[in-house]
C-alpha cells in the first residue's frame, strides 16, 4: 500500500509538472500572433518561423548545455536511469524549465522585429539559452545559488525571491532585447529628421488572440512553479489573475482605451506578479499588476517618443523594466505590514533585481556587438524593405493574392 502511494505520489507530480510545461509551452503562440498582430504584413511569416525555430534550437542546446549548467543534470544516460524511481520526473522538469528558458529568445524576437537578419538572431538565442541565461539561473534557483542566496540572507535578512521568473526570465529577456534594438537601430521611416513617424500594425485581433493565449497559459508558468502536486497554492492563482485583471484596467484608463496597451497590460500585470505571486495578498497583486501596466504605458511612450528607440513590442518597457518592478514589487508587497506572508527583504529583491540588469545588459551588449562586426545583424536596406517575409522566407503571409 505504501509503495502505491509513494508511486502515486510520483506519478502525480510528473503530471503536474506536464501540464504545466504544456501550458507554458502553449505560450509560444502567443508570443507568436502577438509579434504576428504587431508587425507589418510583409513580416507576418517571419515572425511565425522566427518563434518555431528559436523554440526548437532551444530545445537542444538547453537538452544538452544549459540545464546541466543550472542543475547539474546531464541526460546523457540510458533510457532506463533516465527514467529512474521517479518516473522520469527530471525529464519533465527540464521541458517545464525549457519553456521559460525558451522564452528569451521569444521575447527578444519582437524588440527587433522587421529588420534583423534571421540566422544571426537563431545564433545569439542558443548562445542564450546555452551558456548566459543558465549561467544567471543557477545562481538564482539552481546548483550554485547557496553562494549568492546566502550572502543575500547574511546581508539583507533574506534570500532573493522569485517565485515564477519575473526577474530571472522576464527582466532578463528585456534587458538582453535592449543592446540589440539599439545596435540595430530604427526601422527605415520610423524616425524622419528627428521626428517620430509612427509604423501601423498590421492585425488587432492577432495582437489579442497572442495576449489572450499568454494570458491563459501564464496560469501554468505560475502556479506549475511549485513543481510538485503538494506545493501547489491557490494565492499564486488568484494573484495571477488579480495582477492581470490590474494590469487591463489601469492601462485602459491611462491609454484612454487603446487596444494594444490594454491587451499589453494584462501581459504587464502578469509578468510583474511572477516573482512575488506566492507571499502577497491579493489585493497587493491587484496594485502591483496595475502599477506594473503604468509603467509599461508609460515606458512605451518615453522610449519610443522620447528616447527615440524603436523597440517594436516594447520588450524593454515590457518585460525588462516591468520584470524588475515585478522583483521590487515582491519585497514591498510581500512583507506583513501590507498582508504579504512576510520572509523577504527589499534590500535583497533590489540587489537581486539591479544583477540582473547589469548582467543581461553586459552580456546582451558582448553578444550583439560579436554578431553585428563578423557576420552584420541587419538585413541589408533593400531586404528590410520588401520585408523579411519574401527576403528571408521567400513568400509571404497571403500567397494567393500573388496569383493573378
Same mark, same amino acid.
Given at each position: 500500500?505504501?509503495?502505491?502511494?509513494?508511486?502515486?505520489?510520483?506519478?502525480?507530480?510528473?503530471?503536474?509538472?506536464?501540464?504545466?510545461?504544456?501550458?507554458?509551452?502553449?505560450?509560444?503562440?502567443?508570443?507568436?500572433?502577438?509579434?504576428?498582430?504587431?508587425?507589418?504584413?510583409?513580416?507576418?511569416?517571419?515572425?511565425?518561423?522566427?518563434?518555431?525555430?528559436?523554440?526548437?534550437?532551444?530545445?537542444?542546446?538547453?537538452?544538452?548545455?544549459?540545464?546541466?549548467?543550472?542543475?547539474?543534470?546531464?541526460?546523457?544516460?540510458?533510457?532506463?536511469?533516465?527514467?529512474?524511481?521517479?518516473?522520469?520526473?527530471?525529464?519533465?522538469?527540464?521541458?517545464?524549465?525549457?519553456?521559460?528558458?525558451?522564452?528569451?529568445?521569444?521575447?527578444?524576437?519582437?524588440?527587433?522585429?522587421?529588420?534583423?537578419?534571421?540566422?544571426?538572431?537563431?545564433?545569439?538565442?542558443?548562445?542564450?539559452?546555452?551558456?548566459?541565461?543558465?549561467?544567471?539561473?543557477?545562481?538564482?534557483?539552481?546548483?550554485?545559488?547557496?553562494?549568492?542566496?546566502?550572502?543575500?540572507?547574511?546581508?539583507?535578512?533574506?534570500?532573493?525571491?522569485?517565485?515564477?521568473?519575473?526577474?530571472?526570465?522576464?527582466?532578463?529577456?528585456?534587458?538582453?532585447?535592449?543592446?540589440?534594438?539599439?545596435?540595430?537601430?530604427?526601422?527605415?521611416?520610423?524616425?524622419?529628421?528627428?521626428?517620430?513617424?509612427?509604423?501601423?500594425?498590421?492585425?488587432?485581433?492577432?495582437?489579442?488572440?497572442?495576449?489572450?493565449?499568454?494570458?491563459?497559459?501564464?496560469?501554468?508558468?505560475?502556479?506549475?512553479?511549485?513543481?510538485?502536486? %503538494?506545493?501547489?497554492?491557490?494565492?499564486?492563482?488568484?494573484? @495571477? +489573475? &488579480? $495582477?492581470? /485583471?490590474?494590469? *487591463?484596467?489601469?492601462?485602459? !484608463?491611462?491609454?484612454?482605451?487603446?487596444?494594444?496597451?490594454?491587451?499589453?497590460?494584462?501581459?504587464?500585470?502578469?509578468?510583474?506578479?511572477?516573482?512575488?505571486?506566492?507571499?502577497?495578498?491579493?489585493?497587493?497583486?491587484?496594485?502591483?499588476?496595475?502599477?506594473?501596466?503604468?509603467?509599461?504605458?508609460?515606458?512605451?511612450?518615453?522610449?519610443?517618443?522620447?528616447?527615440?528607440?524603436?523597440?517594436?513590442?516594447?520588450?524593454?518597457?515590457?518585460?525588462?523594466?516591468?520584470?524588475?518592478?515585478?522583483?521590487?514589487?515582491?519585497?514591498?508587497?510581500?512583507?506583513?505590514?501590507?498582508?504579504?506572508?512576510? %520572509?523577504?527583504?527589499?534590500?535583497?529583491?533590489?540587489?537581486? @533585481? +539591479? &544583477? $540582473?540588469? /547589469?548582467?543581461? *545588459?553586459?552580456?546582451?551588449? !558582448?553578444?550583439?556587438?560579436?554578431?553585428?562586426?563578423?557576420?552584420?545583424?541587419?538585413?541589408?536596406?533593400?531586404?528590410?524593405?520588401?520585408?523579411?517575409?519574401?527576403?528571408?522566407?521567400?513568400?509571404?503571409?497571403?500567397?494567393?493574392?500573388?496569383?493573378?
Amino acid at each position: 500500500m505504501e509503495t502505491s502511494l509513494v508511486t502515486l505520489q510520483r506519478g502525480g507530480d510528473v503530471l503536474f509538472l506536464l501540464l504545466g510545461a504544456v501550458m507554458v509551452f502553449a505560450m509560444h503562440a502567443g508570443f507568436a500572433f502577438l509579434e504576428v498582430g504587431t508587425v507589418r504584413r510583409k513580416n507576418q511569416v517571419n515572425a511565425f518561423v522566427k518563434i518555431l525555430s528559436d523554440w526548437s534550437v532551444s530545445t537542444v542546446v538547453y537538452f544538452l548545455i544549459g540545464y546541466p549548467i543550472s542543475y547539474g543534470v546531464h541526460f546523457l544516460l540510458p533510457a532506463s536511469e533516465l527514467m529512474g524511481a521517479n518516473q522520469g520526473y527530471e525529464l519533465v522538469r527540464f521541458f517545464f524549465l525549457l519553456c521559460f528558458a525558451a522564452c528569451i529568445p521569444a521575447i527578444i524576437s519582437g524588440g527587433i522585429a522587421e529588420r534583423a537578419k534571421f540566422w544571426p538572431q537563431v545564433f545569439a538565442g542558443a548562445v542564450f539559452v546555452g551558456i548566459s541565461y543558465p549561467i544567471f539561473e543557477s545562481i538564482i534557483w539552481g546548483q550554485n545559488s547557496a553562494g549568492l542566496q546566502g550572502f543575500f540572507a547574511a546581508t539583507f535578512g533574506a534570500q532573493f525571491h522569485d517565485f515564477a521568473g519575473s526577474v530571472v526570465v522576464h527582466s532578463m529577456g528585456g534587458w538582453l532585447a535592449l543592446p540589440a534594438v539599439l545596435i540595430l537601430g530604427p526601422r527605415m521611416g520610423r524616425f524622419v529628421r528627428g521626428r517620430s513617424q509612427a509604423i501601423p500594425i498590421s492585425n488587432i485581433p492577432f495582437l489579442a488572440l497572442g495576449s489572450w493565449i499568454l494570458a491563459v497559459g501564464w496560469f501554468g508558468f505560475n502556479v506549475m512553479s511549485a513543481q510538485s502536486l %503538494g506545493g501547489i497554492s491557490g494565492l499564486v492563482a488568484v494573484n @495571477s +489573475l &488579480l $495582477a492581470m /485583471v490590474g494590469g *487591463v484596467l489601469f492601462a485602459l !484608463v491611462a491609454s484612454k482605451n487603446d487596444p494594444g496597451f490594454v491587451h499589453n497590460g494584462a501581459l504587464a500585470g502578469l509578468i510583474a506578479i511572477c516573482a512575488g505571486s506566492d507571499l502577497v495578498h491579493p489585493i497587493g497583486a491587484f496594485f502591483i499588476g496595475g502599477i506594473g501596466s503604468l509603467l509599461f504605458v508609460y515606458g512605451f511612450q518615453i522610449e519610443q517618443e522620447k528616447l527615440q528607440i524603436d523597440d517594436v513590442l516594447g520588450v524593454w518597457p515590457l518585460h525588462g523594466v516591468v520584470g524588475s518592478w515585478g522583483g521590487l514589487a515582491a519585497g514591498i508587497f510581500g512583507s506583513t505590514t501590507l498582508g504579504g506572508l512576510g %520572509g523577504v527583504s527589499f534590500m535583497s529583491q533590489l540587489a537581486g @533585481s +539591479l &544583477l $540582473a540588469v /547589469v548582467y543581461a *545588459v553586459v552580456t546582451g551588449f !558582448v553578444v550583439y556587438k560579436i554578431i553585428d562586426t563578423v557576420s552584420g545583424f541587419r538585413l541589408e536596406e533593400e531586404l528590410e524593405f520588401n520585408g523579411a517575409d519574401l527576403s528571408v522566407h521567400h513568400i509571404n503571409a497571403y500567397p494567393e493574392e500573388n496569383v493573378s
